[in-house]
């Protein structure tokens, strides 16, 4: 049942009168729950809670921490039909692909729970004790990963589900020990409240403390400013666009103590297709990228929005197939009139400058926010004298720029800004051939890709997910993966310090059986 109410805590809250609605872009209509957005005074009570419930919540087994998000999974999954339904009426997204959120969902939270229970991620290092050392002695000195505070973590817009409430953000944190406070998306309110409303059963079935947890609904900025910026918070996570990403940083960066702010934003996700793919496979990489280009109707950070070749006939009849199979698909909905219209202004913006032409003319008649898609080509040196061709635009849309050669194509690849993915389609023999393109794409993104599309992140423990600003604020972290736990951990180091007051994976018995760095050696054995 959705409330339209705020969680602090474990107690729902309406005491604000602003109230807003979600909206179903298909059917081109607002849905019928008003949702309540939080107040100040709602803020700094799950702020107050959430600091409370950290002090207890942070010295919890693995195992118990693992227990709770186990359980998530589970109230998740028994929300059934209801969350799916809520999900497509307030995303206009198909049903399989709400399911298949879903399944991820579920399945990033198990997988933390697997991290917990390893252990191994604290990365607990043991240099012992040389008394006898000299000209100094060396002490006994022992480090390992600790949770921060509490997290501040933004629901997307582009994921209802796997990058929002219970998304990764906020299962790694609350596998790392710190509670977390969830800034609702407005888009996605009704989905919003009915995971939350699963981690608090989920809370309460495994006596977490009151405050581990909370959902603020909020309709503007002003609600996910004050949080960013209350005292409380120590780390924030937040999946969205450049502006909104910096905006964040910048407030970060400017409180009296300073906080980290993990945002993954834009990415044009540069594809460099060299010849001797076109050669071999060039209607078949062009199928594949009209696909990845519309995957979604094209909402995907990881969507190929530029497309880099070598000047030739067989370039020329990519380009073609490219267009006759951008022309064979549908238009699908965009997640919300907003997201809808700034896609038409970015798309209008890229086909209005000069050097640029379309490589299809897509003139079918679409439903209100069906996004009618747009692939564009251009010149080498056009692109690189045009910065605003190397600005993502967030839907259906991709340039395929030709270059004279690679001298130039290497000279695109160091001017792009930061990206999450780069790929290269190619032989195997070609690739060796060109070092040089190789490590100016690899400088300039986190994943790189051989003959493959962009689109779609594993969750597995070799993911990155993340890459040089403008993709996101550090490149050192990945958002995807049970590695993304680091973002919420500091190291803290133990000097000689008394044995039996140790955290256990810092004793010498080693009670957790986690594999430790003793003295330089991995090893999971006792000292």
Same mark, same amino acid.
């Given at each position: 049942?959705?409330?339209? =109410?705020?969680y602090?805590?474990?107690?729902l809250?309406?005491?604000?009168?602003?109230t807003?609605?979600?909206?179903?872009?298909?059917?081109?209509?607002e849905?019928?729950?008003?949702?309540?957005?939080a107040t100040?005074?709602e803020?700094?009570?799950?702020?107050?809670l959430?600091s409370e419930?950290?002090?207890?919540?942070?010295?919890?087994?693995?195992?118990?921490?693992a227990?709770?998000?186990?359980?998530i999974?589970?109230?998740?999954?028994?929300?059934?039909?209801?969350l799916i339904?809520?999900y497509?009426?307030?995303s206009?997204?198909?049903?399989?692909r709400?399911?298949g959120e879903?399944?991820?969902?579920?399945? @990033?939270?198990?997988?933390f729970a697997?991290?917990?229970?390893?252990?191994?991620?604290?990365?607990?290092?043991?240099?012992?004790?040389?008394p006898d050392?000299?000209?100094v002695?060396?002490p006994?000195i022992? =480090?390992m990963l600790?949770?921060?505070?509490p997290?501040a973590?933004?629901?997307?817009?582009?994921?209802p589900?796997?990058?929002?409430?219970?998304?990764?953000d906020?299962?790694?944190a609350?596998?790392a020990?710190?509670?977390?406070?969830v800034?609702?998306?407005?888009?996605?309110?009704?989905t919003?409240e009915?995971?939350a409303?699963a981690?608090?059963?989920?809370?309460?079935?495994?006596d977490m403390p009151n405050?581990v947890?909370?959902?603020?609904?909020?309709?503007?900025i002003?609600?996910?400013?004050?949080?960013v910026?209350?005292?409380v918070?120590?780390?924030v996570g937040?999946?969205?666009s450049?502006?909104g990403?910096t905006a964040?940083?910048?407030?970060?960066?400017e409180?009296?103590?300073p906080?980290?702010?993990?945002?993954e934003?834009g990415?044009i996700?540069p594809?460099?297709?060299?010849?001797s793919?076109?050669?071999q496979?060039?209607?078949?990489?062009?199928e594949?990228?009209a696909?990845s280009?519309?995957?979604g109707?094209?909402?995907?950070c990881?969507n190929?929005?530029?497309i880099?070749?070598?000047?030739?006939?067989?370039l020329?009849?990519?380009?073609?197939?490219?267009?006759?199979e951008i022309?064979?698909?549908?238009p699908?909905?965009?997640?919300?009139?907003?997201?809808?219209?700034?896609?038409?202004?970015?798309k209008?913006t890229a086909a209005s400058q000069?050097?640029?032409?379309p490589?299809?003319?897509f003139e079918?008649d679409a439903?209100?926010?069906?996004?009618q898609?747009?692939?564009?080509t251009?010149?080498?040196k056009?692109f690189l004298?045009?910065? =605003?061709?190397?600005?993502?635009?967030?839907?259906?849309?991709?340039?395929?720029? @030709?270059?004279?050669?690679?001298d130039?194509l290497t000279a695109?690849?160091?001017?792009l800004?930061?990206?999450l993915?780069?790929?290269?389609?190619s032989?195997?023999?070609?690739v060796?051939?060109?070092?040089n393109?190789?490590?100016a794409l690899?400088s300039?993104?986190?994943?790189?890709?051989?003959n493959?599309?962009?689109?779609g992140?594993e969750v597995?423990?070799?993911m990155?997910?993340?890459?040089?600003?403008?993709?996101?604020?550090?490149s050192?972290?990945?958002a995807?993966?049970p590695?993304?736990i680091?973002?919420?951990?500091?190291p803290?180091?133990?000097?000689n310090w008394p044995?039996?007051?140790?955290?256990?994976?810092l004793?010498?018995?080693n009670?957790?059986?986690?594999?430790?760095?003793?003295n330089g050696?991995?090893?999971d054995?006792?000292?």
């Open positions: 049942m959705i409330t339209g =109410k705020n602090i805590g474990n107690n809250s309406a005491n604000g009168s602003k807003y609605k979600t909206f179903n872009p298909k059917l081109n209509l849905n019928e729950w008003a949702f309540y957005e100040e005074e803020l700094n009570e799950a702020a107050k959430a419930a950290f002090e207890s919540y942070r010295n919890f087994t693995a195992e118990r921490k227990g709770f998000l186990r359980v999974a589970d109230e998740i999954e028994a929300l059934g039909d209801l339904e809520t497509c009426l307030e206009g997204l198909p049903e399989g709400a399911k879903r399944g991820r969902t579920i399945g @990033q939270l198990r997988t697997s991290t917990l229970e390893d252990g191994s991620w604290v990365e607990a290092s043991i240099d012992t004790a040389l050392r000299t000209p002695p060396k006994d022992r =480090k600790f949770p921060m505070g997290v973590v933004f629901g997307s817009s582009n994921f589900l796997a990058y929002s409430t219970a998304g990764g906020t299962a790694s609350l596998a020990g710190c509670p977390v406070i800034k609702s998306h407005p888009m996605h309110a009704g919003g009915l995971v409303s981690i608090q059963k989920a809370a309460k079935k495994t405050g947890f909370s959902n603020l609904n909020s309709s503007g002003e609600v996910g400013q004050q949080l910026q209350h005292p918070i120590k780390a937040f999946t969205g450049i502006r990403g964040l940083y910048k407030l970060a960066n409180r009296p103590e906080i980290p702010v993990f945002a934003m990415s996700n594809v460099v297709i060299l010849p793919a076109l050669e496979k060039g209607s078949y990489w062009a594949q990228y696909g280009i519309m995957l109707a094209g909402q995907f990881t190929p929005g530029l880099l070749g070598l000047k030739s006939e067989t020329d009849t990519f380009i073609s197939s490219l267009g006759k022309a064979k698909l549908e699908s909905c965009m997640l919300h009139p907003n997201i809808y219209n700034n896609y038409e202004k970015g209008q000069a050097g640029t032409s490589i299809v003319n079918k439903q209100p926010y069906f996004a898609q747009l692939v564009l251009t010149e080498g056009n004298e045009n910065p =605003k061709l190397h600005q993502e635009v967030f839907g259906p849309f991709s340039i395929v720029v @030709q270059c004279e050669d690679t130039e695109i690849l160091h001017h800004e930061g990206q993915t780069g790929t290269i389609l032989s195997v023999r070609e060796g051939e060109h070092a393109v190789v490590s690899g300039r993104v986190g994943r790189i890709i051989f493959g599309v962009p689109t992140v597995c423990p070799s990155v997910h993340g890459g040089p600003f403008p993709a996101s604020t550090d050192r972290f990945t995807v993966g590695y993304a680091k973002r919420w951990v500091r803290v180091a133990f000097q044995r039996d007051f140790l955290p256990d994976a004793k010498d018995e009670p957790r059986q986690i594999l430790r760095l003793v050696v991995y090893t054995a006792a000292i």
